[in-house]
C-alpha cells in the first residue's frame, strides 16, 4: 500500500458538505421519500381536477362562494400542504434514527467530522432535499395551473408563498429530527409528529368551537400550538385570496393572524427542537457497550 | 502502567491513562492504562462483555469515559477530533455499512471525509478494492454483499486513507480461512511499515500469530499488557511438547501420563500435545523420549515451544479468580 501523504481540502465546511451530500444519497434511497414525493406531485395535478369541479359549481350557481380560476395555484398548492409536512417527518424522523438502527452511525462518527460536523451536514442535506421538494411542487403547480385553467395571477406571491411553505414545514421537520436523536427510534420519530400533525388541527377547531360557544379568549391556546406556526404559508397569502381560490381552513382562517407572529413562533419550535437534538447528539455515547 | 515502545517514535501514538467508564452498576472499565508506539499490532484479548470494545469505542471518541483520559498521537481527540481521527482508521465488530451504496461509492465518500486530495481518489479506491478482493463487486449495492464481503470493505475503508493508527474490532471475524491468512499478513506488513495497529479478537490464533504485542482485558481490568514473548513467559514458564507418534498414541499417551512433569495432555490424530511443567530438568525431551519408546510407539517428529497463547490467556483468566468463565473462542 502507498504511503503518500495527504493534501487538498480538509475545511470544516468542506466536511459539512460531504456529509449533506451523504445525507441527500441517503434519503432518496428510501422508496418512502420517492413514494411520498410521488404522492405531493400527483395531489397537486389532481386538486386541479377538484378546483375545476368547484368552478363547475360555481359557474352553475351551486356554490356560493366565488371562485376564481386564475388562482387556481393557490389552491392546487394548499392541498398537498399535509402530505408535504408529512415528507418533511419522514425527512427528519429517520435522518438519525435510521443510523442507530442500522448500525452505521458507529462508522459515521469514528470519521474526521466532528458531531457538530455530522449534524450539521445531515440536517443541511435533509434541508436541501426538502427546499426541492417543495420547490418543485410548487413549479408544478404554477405549470399546471396554466395548463388547466389558463394564465395566473398574483405570482408574485409565490416566492413568499415558497418562503413561507419552506419555514413553516421546519417546525414538524426539526420536530421529527428531534425525535429521531432522542428516541433513536425511526417508528416513534415519524409517528409521533405526524399523528400531532393530524390530532392539532382538530384541538384548535374544538378551541375555537368553545371560543365562539363561549365567548372566552381561548384563540392563544390554539396559536401556541406547532400546527399554527407551520401553517405559515397561508398567512402570508391575503385572506380576500385564499378565499377566492377556495383555501378553506376552518381552524385556520379563524386563526388567520399575524404573519411575523406566526414566524417568530416557528422561530421558537425550530430552535427549540434543533437544541434539544444538539445536545443529544453532543453529550450523549454514539454506542453503548 | 505497563508501556510499549516503538521503534523510534518520541511521542506514543496511543495513550490511556486511567480510564473509567460505568454502564449504571456494570463498571465496564476499571482504571485501564496502556501506551502503545509505532509500528506496534497490539492484540486485545478479553472474553465477551470484558470491556474490549468499550476501550475501543472510548478510544475512538464513540463513549466518553467517566474519568481519565485518552492521547492519540499526543493530543487529545475530544478537543482536536478532525485534526486526529484523519490520521485513524478504524474498523467496528461486524461493521454495518451503509447499505444503499456500492461498495466504490462508499470508499469515495471515507476518503473525502479523511481528506484525501480528489486527484488521488479514483486510483486509491481501485488499490483498496483490489485489495481487499472486491473489485469485481465495486459497484453492487452494499445491501448485497456477503457478510464476508462487508468484512472485507470494513478493512479497506480503514485504511485507504494511509492511517497511522489502524484500530480493528474483530477484523477477520465471519471471514474464511484463506481470507484470515490473507489479512493477518496484511496487517502484519503494515505494522512493519510503521503503522500502529489496535485489533481486538476473540479468536487466539489470529493475535498468536499476528500481534507483536498483546493486552487482556478481562471484567473491566487490564489483566496484562506487553509484549507477546514476555507475556507467554511472564503468564507461564511451561514448555509445550508435540510429538506425531507411529503407532498407538493412546498408549503413548498413557505412558506419558506416568511422567512426573506432564502437567496436561491431550491427542489429536498421530500428535501428542503435552504439557510440561516450568519446574521439570532440561531432560524432559529425552524422558519423553523414552517413554515413548517403551509404549512401542516410534517417534516421528517432536517440537517444543513454550506455552501457546491460548494457555496463557486461559491461565490470566484462572488467575484472576473467576474459574466459571471460559475464554471466548
Not at chain 2, 105 to 124: D, K, T, Y
Not at chain 2, 199 to 214: F, N, P, R
Not at chain 2, 300 to 329: F, H, N
Request: hydrophobic share 45%.
Amino acid at each position: 500500500m502507498s504511503m503518500r501523504p495527504m493534501a487538498g481540502g480538509f475545511s470544516p465546511l468542506w466536511r459539512i458538505w460531504i456529509v449533506a451530500e451523504y445525507e441527500i444519497q441517503r434519503s432518496l434511497a428510501k422508496k418512502k421519500i420517492i413514494v411520498g414525493i410521488i404522492l405531493a406531485l400527483g395531489a397537486s395535478i389532481g386538486s386541479g381536477y377538484l378546483f375545476s369541479y368547484a368552478i363547475g359549481l360555481y359557474e352553475a350557481g351551486r356554490l356560493p362562494i366565488p371562485v376564481d380560476r386564475s388562482l387556481a395555484w393557490i389552491f392546487m398548492f394548499s392541498i398537498p400542504s399535509f402530505i408535504l409536512a408529512s415528507l418533511g417527518v419522514l425527512l427528519g424522523g429517520g435522518m438519525f434514527s435510521e443510523e442507530y438502527e442500522k448500525r452505521t452511525a458507529e462508522i459515521l462518527f469514528s470519521k474526521p467530522p466532528t458531531r457538530t460536523e455530522v449534524f450539521v451536514g445531515k440536517i443541511l442535506g435533509g434541508l436541501m432535499i426538502y427546499v426541492a421538494i417543495i420547490t418543485i411542487t410548487l413549479a408544478t403547480v404554477i405549470v399546471a395551473s396554466h395548463v388547466f385553467f389558463g394564465a395566473q395571477s398574483m405570482l408574485s406571491l409565490a416566492p413568499t408563498v415558497l418562503a413561507a411553505s419552506i419555514y413553516g414545514n421546519m417546525v414538524f421537520f426539526t420536530m421529527a429530527l428531534m425525535f429521531s436523536q432522542l428516541t433513536r427510534n425511526t417508528l416513534i420519530s415519524s409517528v409521533v409528529p405526524i399523528s400531532l400533525l393530524v390530532i392539532m388541527p382538530i384541538i384548535q377547531a374544538v378551541i375555537i368551537f368553545l371560543e365562539r360557544t363561549t365567548g372566552e379568549d381561548l384563540a392563544w391556546i390554539a396559536r401556541i400550538l406547532p400546527t399554527w406556526s407551520s401553517d405559515l404559508q397561508i398567512y402570508v397569502i391575503p385572506r380576500e385570496l385564499l378565499v377566492r381560490s377556495l383555501v378553506l381552513f376552518p381552524t385556520t382562517s379563524f386563526l388567520y393572524g399575524d404573519p411575523v407572529l406566526a414566524a417568530f413562533s416557528a422561530t421558537g419550535y425550530i430552535m427549540a427542537f434543533v437544541s434539544a437534538a444538539y445536545i443529544d447528539i453532543a453529550l450523549r455515547d454514539v454506542t453503548r457497550g | 502502567m505497563a508501556e510499549i515502545d516503538g521503534d523510534d517514535s518520541a511521542t506514543p501514538v496511543l495513550v490511556v491513562r486511567d480510564l473509567r467508564k460505568r454502564y449504571g452498576r456494570i463498571e465496564a472499565l476499571k482504571g485501564v492504562s496502556l501506551e502503545v508506539g509505532r509500528g506496534v499490532l497490539l492484540g486485545l484479548l478479553g472474553p465477551n462483555g470484558s470491556g474490549k470494545s468499550t476501550l475501543i469505542r472510548t478510544i475512538m471518541n464513540l463513549q466518553t469515559p467517566d474519568s481519565g483520559y485518552i492521547r492519540i498521537f499526543g493530543r487529545d481527540p475530544r478537543k482536536e477530533h478532525s485534526t486526529i481521527y484523519r490520521r485513524v482508521g478504524y474498523m467496528p465488530e461486524l461493521p454495518n455499512l451503509p447499505d444503499f451504496m456500492t461498495g466504490r461509492q462508499f470508499l469515495e465518500f471515507v476518503a473525502r471525509v479523511n481528506g484525501v486530495p480528489s486527484g488521488e481518489i479514483g486510483g486509491r479506491v481501485r488499490e483498496m478494492l483490489e485489495l481487499v478482493g472486491l473489485s469485481d463487486a465495486a459497484d453492487r449495492r452494499i445491501g448485497k454483499y456477503s457478510k464476508g464481503m462487508v468484512q472485507r470493505l470494513g478493512v479497506a475503508q480503514a485504511l485507504i486513507h494511509d492511517p497511522d493508527l489502524v484500530v480493528l474490532d474483530e477484523p477477520t471475524l465471519g471471514m474464511d480461512p484463506e481470507g484470515r491468512v490473507f489479512f493477518r499478513e496484511l496487517f502484519r506488513d503494515l505494522a512493519r511499515g510503521g503503522k500502529t495497529i489496535l485489533m481486538s479478537s476473540h479468536l487466539l490464533e489470529d493475535v498468536e500469530k499476528t500481534a507483536s504485542h498483546l493486552a487482556i482485558i478481562y471484567r473491566g481490568d487490564l489483566l496484562f499488557f506487553g509484549e507477546i514473548g514476555r507475556a507467554l513467559s511472564l503468564i507461564s514458564g511451561d514448555h509445550v511438547v508435540r510429538v506425531e507418534v507411529d503407532g498407538d498414541p493412546s498408549r503413548a499417551a498413557e505412558a506419558l501420563r506416568g511422567l512426573g512433569f506432564v502437567r496436561d495432555l491431550s491427542v489429536d490424530g498421530s500428535w501428542i500435545k503435552i504439557v510440561v511443567s516450568r519446574d521439570a530438568g532440561s531432560g524432559f525431551r529425552r524422558e519423553i523420549s523414552e517413554a515413548i519408546y517403551r509404549s512401542g510407539c516410534l517417534i516421528l517428529a517432536m517440537e517444543t515451544t513454550t506455552v501457546d497463547l491460548e494457555q496463557a490467556y486461559i491461565k490470566s483468566l484462572r488467575d484472576c479468580g473467576d474459574r466459571s468463565r471460559g475464554p471466548a473462542t
